[in-house]
């Protein structure tokens, strides 16, 4: 069985039963107890699950009500960012309509866009707006209040100016993924622009790197199947049950 195979039992196996042996592993697996040890440290590294004395214990959704801001958010993940926004920027092609949502990993994204592609952007994001007009593309930016944590633009007159276009596609930032809360996020106002964007995109994307899965937020603002996950690593397999997940390549 390959390690990924391996790793990701012993995953689905704790979600269900919450806490596990080395030994009952082992079994389960047909391995010995030293490969388990292994997967069990290197999968709590990965935060996928938490390693105790002779076992392992799941790890619950994690709650998130606090939210950095665009500084610091900047300094973190910064590989994991490059690495998504490289695999998000190859799926733009000629003729594209895109939204570009606020966000650090979305930032990351335009750095890694073709200038050669012949494409137009809407954006929420400040930075995002200036980003690509510096880079030569055609961009609006939407009109509305801007949030200085996030260097967003938000409000009602923001979602009201996103209801006159169809997008091709969407990339959208995201705090939290959960099975059950689906794509959260900690501000109300930032959520109404995800999910009005999402309603008007024919495709949607999500940004997200390996630490915001099983994270909760104030507000969701999508259902899981609403978006095709991108992210940094593959993810635990019940969230394929419920959505498309591409994994970044180096």
């Known amino acids: 069985m390959l390690t990924q195979d391996r790793q990701d039992r012993i995953v689905e196996y704790l979600d269900e039963m919450n806490s596990a042996a080395v030994s009952d592993l082992a079994v389960m697996l047909d391995a010995s107890e030293s490969t388990v040890r ?6 709590d590294r990965m935060g996928r699950l938490r390693k105790v004395h002779g076992g392992a214990t799941a ?4 709650s998130a009500v606090f939210e950095h801001d665009v500084l610091t958010k900047s300094t973190m993940n910064i590989e994991e960012k490059q690495k998504i926004g490289r695999a998000a920027a ?3 092609t ?3 309509f895109v939204f570009i949502d606020a966000g ?21 994001g400040i930075v995002h707006a200036k980003k690509l007009i510096q880079k030569g593309f055609r961009a609006y930016i939407v009109g509305g209040q801007i949030r200085l944590n996030t260097e967003a633009v938000v409000g009602t007159e923001a979602v009201g100016n996103l209801r006159k276009y169809n997008f091709t596609k969407t990339f959208i930032g995201v705090n939290g993924i959960s099975e059950e809360s689906g794509y959260t996020t900690p501000d109300a106002e930032e959520a109404a622009i995800k999910a009005e964007a999402m309603k008007r995109g024919r495709r949607n994307y999500v940004l997200a790197d390996h630490t915001k899965f099983d994270t909760v937020c104030s507000v969701t603002f999508a259902e899981l199947g609403d978006g095709i996950i991108i992210t940094d690593e593959a993810a635990k397999n019940k969230f394929r ?3 498309i997940i591409k994994e970044a390549e180096a």
């Open 241 to 243: 049950k419920h959505t």
């Open 59 to 62: 790890v619950r959704s994690r």
């Open 94 to 96: 000629n003729d594209d």
């Open 90 to 92: 190859a799926l733009i």
């Open 38 to 43: 292994r997967d069990l440290t290197a999968l």
């Open 104 to 124: 650090t990993t979305t930032s990351a994204m335009i750095d890694h866009i073709t200038g050669g592609v012949r494409a137009t952007f809407v954006t929420n």
